[in-house]
């Protein structure tokens, strides 16, 4: 075993010890609890519209993670406080997008679920229409979940699904640090591999958001961990352990297709493995197997728009990567922001985000030469991050492909988990390879900090990493940005008789509004709003969607799902407008209008002489 | 504690969370016995069941209870989208849960080869110290304070306000509402003129505040046979009369529901 020579208690929580000393962690619960409180300032600064609060929100966060880092690259740390370590991070990195919110939903598919939600609540099945982004209807998991504490609570959505994500955030990072303690056999190993993906894209913010993949993620590494246990478990307990990861499995098919897709690729990889290295352990097939039938079952009984929703976006993905690779296209321009000039990346975040990827590379470098020396990659999971942590770096050069960004970004937090221990596995030698003095340990830090700060700079744009107002103060009073006053407005006085809107109003209509609004281009309601003449098929095809009410938003930003939300703040995000026409097109028809608000202007389709 | 006296007061536990989860009044309290029934309580027992006799380690232990939660909670909106998604069918399937898988594992504890007379090994203790309490709780207290803050809403000078301008029409299409509400960052002066197509212009001149909402209910004149009423309502800031700052425009068919 790569980590086998390590002195400390190896890769569980010991049973003998009298007791579960926690070391460090409540001085650094403390800590961490200041970087979510200054992460917090920061956001109150930026939506106040200060400048400039980044380099306050990065102190922040790196008080909350670096502490940490440096503690769990101690020798001295116990297994129990490094899991609690561990927990730790997870959940103070997620309280830093919790301080981020309005506190509503802002990220783009929230607002989707939310409405699923909303619907369980109001026709008490599972399965009800979602008119935004369908698929996501018939995977319920999440939803189903939330229902369970909104119903008993009587909470809102948002408040029961910050829970919810809540608890998959620490189930997600204390199920790696077992899996990585078990495969590794060194819960210090354990402990920094988790610090080590804390630098993937998506972790600061995308899978923390209330959505179906911020809990089947999760879910997806406890099944590998019940895989990883029941191959080190005594014969009596293999079959508890095949219940978990049986019920875990059909909980993430129900939950996440992309996850469930990711999990029987590396059940059935798994199960390979097992056979060319001739295991003698009971190999995982079965799992793999039946894994892939709930897959197929669900896809065919439940999910089958699911190959509608993905297949055009791994076409664009393919053919955007054949078109880049062969110059018949340009490549993407990396840090780009839709938002223009306002959105771009500075300089000094570009090179930490691009010091972070070279970081990873030298990890992976050192980490594939302790793991080849040590023989590790003679067992399957070892041998399994490996081929993961190289795919990273293949899925890292579709970030080059315009269409293809997404999915490599997508594909990245799955296999990141590989890098993660193939990193940890360098880190542990650099640590081991002379005494590891408190230099060697800062430098770690320092490195794990870099990872987590590039990881987030690049997963997400640079305008938007901090709030934007969508709640302001003027005279004493409370006042909300336009589309969402115009959502809650809608919800108090109209009926829902279907809404045709640009991007973000829609979503805003799903929740806070609770109505059922389309946007997009399938069908192709954008073009019905922000064209400025009306055309013939236009109205048809509201009526054929049954959709009473058309919200025309001039604003340009209206159809941007991440910055649409918020109020005008002139150089901070886009400020253009469409042509009048846009809204004047339903004024000549005519037609009755219900709301006018400047930018935001609501007709009713029924409402005509 | 034994193991077998954890699961019933796990069994027990859940009933009585199940019980003011559904029935008390106060949504605190209900979130408090809420929370221990969805995340803990079901995993606990399917845990129990699962692994019946063999001892786990704490953090597995945890680790097992909350995610089993998580997976029960997820598969258990499926089974009860055939019965109804209710308060009541949430509760009682999540205390069912605890209660099966509790009594499972204690079935499989009675029954199980190693005799529960013999002493367990000893499980590892939390050892808080009270300066570590101290620190927890001042952590804990920062956090609180650190979503709060980001629950207040600042002054933004340089956020663009709006003024809103709509019409509903009222009951039985002899009248309209008429509201207009301000999220200027100023107080404001406005005049509101409705036309009836056919009736004289309605004039209301008004002041507001930042967040201040004005709604006026307008009775309008009789209208001719069955065809629908053109009412325009325009907003003008005081000292604008030229151009409408708002207007919308409603056709009000006689004998209309609200």
């Known amino acids: 075993m790569v980590f086998a020579v390590e002195t400390e208690q190896g890769p569980g929580l010991s049973r003998d010890s009298p007791r579960l000393d926690l070391g460090w962690t409540a001085p650094l619960a403390l800590t961490a609890a200041v970087g979510v409180l200054i992460c917090s300032v920061a956001n109150a600064f930026a939506r106040a519209g200060s400048e400039p609060t980044e380099v306050v929100f990065w102190l922040g966060v790196l008080l909350i993670a670096a502490p940490m880092f440096y503690r769990l690259s101690s020798s001295k740390a116990t297994a129990g406080e490094r899991l609690a370590l561990v927990a730790l991070l997870g959940l103070a990195l997620f309280g830093v997008k919790v301080v981020r919110d309005a506190p509503i939903f802002t990220f783009s598919d929230e607002f989707v679920h939310a409405y699923n939600v909303h619907q369980i609540e109001v026709h008490h099945h599972l399965f009800h229409e979602n008119p935004i982004i369908a698929v996501t209807a018939r995977y319920p998991g999440l939803e189903g979940a939330t229902s369970a504490l909104t119903m008993l609570t009587g909470m809102s959505t948002y408040a029961a699904g910050t829970i919810i994500v809540a608890v998959a955030r620490v189930v997600f990072v204390a199920a790696l640090f077992l899996l990585f303690a078990r495969v590794g056999n060194s819960s210090r190993a354990a402990a920094l591999g988790v610090a080590a993906y804390t630098g993937t894209s998506n972790f600061l913010y995308w899978n923390v958001q209330f959505s179906y993949e911020s809990l089947a993620l999760p879910l997806f590494v406890f099944v590998l961990l019940a895989v990883a246990e029941r191959d080190a478990a005594w014969p009596t307990s293999r079959r508890a352990w095949a219940v978990v990861i049986v019920l875990g499995s059909a909980a993430v098919v129900i939950t996440h297709h992309i996850t469930s897709y990711a999990l029987v690729v590396s059940l059935v990889a798994l199960a390979v493995l097992y056979r060319v290295l001739k295991v003698k352990r009971p190999n995982p097939w079965p799992f793999a197997a039946a894994a892939a039938a709930m897959c197929a079952a669900w896809l065919v009984v439940a999910a089958h728009q699911t190959v509608g929703y993905l297949w055009p976006v791994i076409r664009g993905a393919i053919e955007s990567t054949l078109e880049t690779a062969s110059g018949g296209a340009p490549p993407r321009t990396l840090f780009h922001s839709s938002a223009g000039k306002v959105g771009g990346t500075p300089l000094p975040a570009r090179a930490i985000a691009l010091l972070a990827v070279g970081l990873l590379a030298v990890g992976l470098l050192v980490g594939l030469r302790r793991i080849w020396r040590e023989r590790t990659w003679r067992e399957p999971f070892p041998l399994l991050f490996v081929i993961a942590a190289l795919g990273f770096f293949g899925a890292l050069a579709l970030r080059f492909a315009p269409a293809a960004w997404e999915t490599g970004n997508r594909a990245g937090e799955f296999l990141f988990l590989g890098l993660a221990f193939v990193v940890a596995a360098a880190a542990i030698w650099f640590l081991r390879s002379r005494e590891s003095t408190v230099r060697r340990r800062a430098m770690v830090a320092a490195a794990l900090s870099v990872l987590l700060v590039g990881g987030a700079i690049s997963g997400w744009p640079w305008d938007i990493q901090l709030s934007k107002p969508l709640a302001i103060t003027a005279a004493g009073s409370k006042i909300e940005s336009e589309p969402v006053a115009f959502a809650r407005w809608a919800r108090r006085h109209l009926p829902d008789d279907g809404f045709a809107a640009t991007q973000a109003d829609a979503r805003l209509l799903l929740e806070p509004g609770g109505l059922r609004a389309m946007t997009g281009s399938s069908p192709d309601i954008e073009s019905v709003i922000s064209r400025p003449y009306l055309e013939d098929w236009h109205l048809p095809l509201l009526r054929e969607n049954h959709l009473r009410f058309v919200v025309v938003d001039d604003r340009a930003v209206a159809s941007d799902t991440l910055r649409g939300y918020f109020f005008t703040v002139p150089g901070e995000l886009e400020t253009s407008v469409l042509p009048p026409g846009v809204t004047d097109k339903f004024r000549r028809l005519p037609l009755g209008s219900l709301w006018d608000s400047g930018h935001i202007v609501a007709f009713d389709t029924e409402n005509r002489p | ?258």
């Open chain 2, 1 to 258: 504690m034994t193991r077998d006296r954890g699961l019933f007061y796990a069994v027990l536990l859940a009933m009585v969370c199940g019980v003011v989860a559904v029935l008390a009044p106060w949504v605190p309290l209900r979130v408090i016995a809420a929370l221990p029934l969805a995340f803990f309580l079901p995993g606990y027992g399917l845990t129990a069941a699962t692994f019946g006799p063999a001892r786990l380690d704490r953090g597995r232990e945890l680790l097992l209870a909350f995610a089993l939660s998580l997976v029960l909670l997820a598969l258990g909106g499926l089974v009860l989208s055939a019965f109804g998604i209710y308060a009541g069918t949430w509760a009682l399937l999540l205390v069912l849960l605890t209660a099966a898988g509790c009594t499972v594992g204690t079935v499989r504890l009675a029954t199980s080869a190693a005799p529960l007379t013999r002493k367990p090994p000893p499980r590892p203790r939390w050892r808080l110290r009270r300066r570590d309490g101290a620190m927890a709780l001042a952590a804990i207290a920062i956090a609180a304070v650190a979503v709060i803050l980001s629950q207040v809403s600042f002054k933004a000078g340089d956020a663009e306000g709006y003024t809103a301008l709509w019409m509903l029409p009222g009951r039985g299409g002899t009248s309209v509402e008429v509201g207009v509400s301000s999220a200027q960052q100023t107080p404001w002066s406005y005049v509101l003129d409705v036309r009836p197509a056919g009736g004289g212009p309605i004039v209301r001149s008004f002041h507001l505040d930042p967040g201040d909402e004005q709604v006026f209910r307008l009775r309008l004149p009789a209208g001719s046979g069955d065809e629908p009423l053109r009412v325009t309502a325009s907003l003008y800031r005081e000292g604008e009369r030229g151009r409408p700052y708002r207007q919308v425009v409603d056709w009000v068919s006689p004998g209309e529901p609200t």
